[in-house]
């Protein structure tokens, strides 16, 4: 059974994790997406795929999401590499090595956005995160969203029965559009190796985002799951045989001494 963690972010709110220990202190952080949770489907099988092997692993709700405290936000990059490197701090006072960071989805821009900022993690993996966050907006918000945003300062997304679900402001939404996946890419350290994965058929990001950050990662490999959509519905074994080898590999790379994390 996994182990309730709770780690007080730099905002002293309260993250809440569970953490598939293993004797190794080895661990890989997963970070869910979007509206999401740990308890993600894709969150508790990896999880579960890398304690069978075992590789340590801890899935976390960020800030406003799942069980964790504080308000939900949209577009909150900043704030959710804040709460990662809170979760890296932590397992470090422990004497526990994160060898590797996981995201689906939005996650997927926030572990490579950490790695672009912190160089201490020796990988990372993005699963069907967004090359282009300029895009999507507009798909998901409606073509007036700037007019309403200027007019009102905010837009509440609702549920069908009427109530406010979320809050979109003008403030997060020019977060999104000033958050650079291109440059962050750019950044990240040439001995930091990457995985990327999608689903030929992903509904809500575009395949060539997979492409795209193909041609600027360093150290790179890139997957494609044929027939996969985003979430991965129908293809959970095939991301887990996806992901598993390479971390198996970083982990025994690491354990060997045959590479160092920066």
């Known amino acids: 059974m996994p182990q309730k963690v709770t780690i ?61 405290e504080g308000t939900f936000q949209i577009c909150n990059y900043s704030d959710d590499v804040d709460d990662l490197r809170s979760v890296v701090d932590y397992f470090v006072g422990l004497k526990r ?14 572990v490579l956005l950490y790695a672009s900022k912190y160089h201490d993690i020796p990988a990372v993996i993005n699963i069907s995160g967004r090359y282009d966050l300029k895009r ?5 918000f409606g073509k007036d969203i700037w007019e309403r945003l200027k007019k009102e300062g905010y837009i509440d997304v609702k549920t069908k029965t ?22 962050a890419c750019l950044l990240i350290d040439a001995n930091c190796r990457s995985l990327t994965v999608y689903g030929s058929a992903d509904d809500l990001v575009p395949l060539e985002d997979a492409t795209e950050f193909a041609k600027v990662l360093p150290n790179h490999q890139l997957k494609i799951i044929q027939g996969a ?20 590999e970083i982990s025994t790379t690491l354990s060997t001494g045959q590479s160092s994390s920066t």
């Open 97 to 110: 090595s994160t060898i590797a960071l996981l995201g689906h989805s939005k996650g997927g821009d926030v």
């Open 136 to 140: 999507g907006i507009e798909e998901w």
């Open 162 to 183: 009427g109530e406010v679900e979320y809050r979109v402001t003008e403030e997060s939404m020019t977060e999104r559009l000033n958050t650079d996946m291109h440059q």
């Open 8 to 68: 007080p972010n730099k905002h002293g709110k309260n993250l809440v994790g569970l953490l598939h220990d293993t004797a190794s202190p080895q661990l890989v952080v997963l970070c869910h997406g979007f509206r999401s949770t740990k308890d993600y489907k894709i969150m508790v099988n990896l999880a579960v795929a890398l304690e069978k092997e075992g590789i340590s692993a801890f899935r976390f709700d960020f800030c406003g999401n799942g069980e964790s």
């Open 229 to 248: 959509n985003h979430g991965y519905t129908s293809h959970q074994h095939e991301l887990v045989s996806a992901v598993l080898p390479f971390l198996k």
